[in-house]
């Protein structure tokens, strides 16, 4: 049986977390996230922001021969300088 890791590295998805993996009938569902870093913000280029809440990101059949669903957890981040949000993963 084959480790989140090994299948993470297998994907060549350098830094990514494979947080698990779903076979439904023909279809495997790979749910992916990004460790946690500092993000600066995309309006006033400050590091000053915090995560705000997550929104998931599907993405469809990336062609493994099988249909193959990834899915990307995404942060939402709140600047503390100015009232706007920005978008990363
Ligand atoms: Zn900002």
């Given at each position: 049986?084959?480790?989140l890791d090994y299948?993470?590295?297998?994907?060549?998805l350098k830094g990514?977390?494979?947080k698990n993996i779903v076979n439904i009938a023909e279809e495997q569902h790979i749910y992916l996230s990004l460790p946690v870093?500092?993000?600066c913000?995309?309006?006033c280029g400050h590091l000053n922001s915090y995560i705000k809440d997550y929104r998931e990101q599907r993405i469809k059949d990336i062609g493994f021969g099988s249909t193959v669903y990834l899915y990307v957890?995404?942060?939402?981040y709140a600047c503390k300088n100015v009232p706007k949000?920005?978008?990363?993963l």
């Open positions: 049986m084959f480790t299948i993470g590295k297998s994907l060549n990514v977390i494979v870093q500092e993000q913000c995309s309006h957890r995404k942060r939402r949000h920005f978008v990363s």
